[in-house]
């Protein structure tokens, strides 16, 4: 009878059983929020998945995630934007209401539902949900997809990694999560990789396998234009197309507010879109060969000489070695490539002394803070939140439809 009236009261509910290999930790409005167990405690990652209107949404998401919201939030604005960067706090809301211009009508629709139960004002709400672009500036990322015969006809698997400058950011690993969005009349389930409250997109799938990773691209095209950012219309595309050849379109008819390059996957084939602010090139690979890489440079040859030269080392980021590393790991690998040869890659340091990789170490000028494993075919997603967590994969197709039993595995051990 107690479970029963809080579920109708609609409050959160906590439970303490292990349902279908993730931990179910509570239950709100319809929606659920579940913690890895692979690794212990803290160590894991919460999983949630969310079901409704994007209003909706985000009255479940501020009911479930409302105390680690406000924990994030006080660590991100007073411990470290005031406190390290000395931004006054008029400022940070002013650069926050900008963000906020550019957001399409569901993620304001998102946030204004997760103040009305997350226990924050919507404005402590607005400036959480711009964090990412408050605070997590993009040093650099690296990626590499493959599949054909670098994958031994196995399927198209993807590797990416989320870089900063170095700062508290591996400190805020606990509040990186996966979140798994079900909306109802509005669009695609599809799930992203994010730190709690933030609607910046930079990672994630929807439920047609389609894929997308967001890379700064600043080196190539530093610009900078008041339009809807980049990672805004990439959730956007994940939400309302379901192949490859709509989302082209997208591509090749919106220009960003700032150089990006966006890796773009679906069950077969991938291209790199270097998104520049006054044109898109689109490199794309012969089918049957199967490996393409991207770091934080432009690389099509169709450029010509509208691109700013990019140096070796630190002065770009090691972009050219991270580049390199990737290609030359591919072509080592070629025919082995599957998740756990690219989770090894990418465990991979550009420093190493043998099969370096992309990753920066911890004694660079940069910190690799999120790695991604990706498999579309079977919308399987791998996290790890480097320095904090292991590898942990999770199995989206059941969050997406629905099709949870109590012998559904959507904790995956590979």
């Not at 990412?132 to 493959?146: D, I």
């Not at 609607?199 to 929807?206: E, I, P, R, S």
Request: glycine share 10%; net charge negative; aromatic share 14%.
């Amino acid at each position: 009878m107690y479970w029963t009236l809080l579920f109708l009261l609609g409050l959160p509910v906590s439970l303490s059983a292990t349902t279908n290999n993730l931990q179910l930790v509570a239950k709100f409005e319809g929606a659920s929020l579940f913690t890895t167990v692979v690794g212990t405690g803290e160590k894991s990652l919460n999983v949630i998945r969310l079901h409704g209107s994007f209003h909706q949404m985000g009255r479940q998401y501020g009911g479930l995630l409302g105390a680690q919201m406000q924990e994030f939030y006080h660590a991100a604005v007073y411990d470290f934007l005031i406190g390290v960067k000395g931004y006054s706090y008029n400022y940070i809301l002013q650069l926050t209401e900008w963000y906020y211009l550019y957001q399409p009508q569901h993620a304001r629709d998102f946030i204004t539902g997760m103040a009305e139960t997350s226990g924050m004002t919507l404005e402590e709400q607005k400036i959480t949900a711009s964090l990412q672009n408050l605070v997590y500036f993009s040093l650099g990322c690296s990626s590499l997809m493959a599949w054909s015969d670098y994958t031994g006809g196995g399927p198209l698997v993807i590797g990416r990694n989320f870089d900063t400058p170095v700062g508290p950011f591996r400190s805020y690993a606990k509040y990186l999560n996966v979140v798994v969005y079900n909306p109802v009349g509005s669009g695609n389930s599809l799930a992203e990789v994010n730190y709690v409250g933030c609607v910046g997109f930079h990672t994630g799938m929807n439920k047609y396998g389609i894929y997308m990773d967001y890379h700064n691209g600043r080196m190539s095209d530093p610009a900078l234009i008041n339009r809807t950012l980049g990672e805004y219309l990439m959730f956007s595309y994940l939400l309302n197309y379901s192949s490859l050849d709509r989302i082209d379109q997208e591509f090749n008819n919106t220009l960003p507010e700032v150089g990006a390059i966006i890796n773009v996957a679906d069950k077969t084939k991938g291209y790199v879109y270097e998104w520049g602010t006054w044109a898109t090139k689109r490199r794309v690979v012969d089918p049957s060969y199967g490996l393409l890489v991207s770091t934080n440079h432009f690389v099509d040859p169709t450029w010509g000489g509208d691109i700013l030269w990019v140096y070796p080392g630190a002065t770009s980021w090691y972009t050219i070695e991270r580049r390199a590393n990737l290609l030359a790991r591919g072509e080592q690998f070629k025919g082995l490539l599957s998740v756990s040869w690219v989770k090894y890659i990418f465990d991979r340091t550009f420093w190493d002394s043998t099969n370096p990789g992309p990753t920066f170490p911890d004694d660079s000028n940069g910190v690799t803070i999120i790695q991604v494993v990706a498999v579309p075919a079977n919308l399987e997603l791998w996290v790890k939140a480097r320095g904090y967590s292991e590898w942990q994969g999770i199995n989206l197709r059941p969050l997406f439809f629905g099709d949870i039993t109590p012998a559904t595995s959507l904790l995956l051990t590979n």
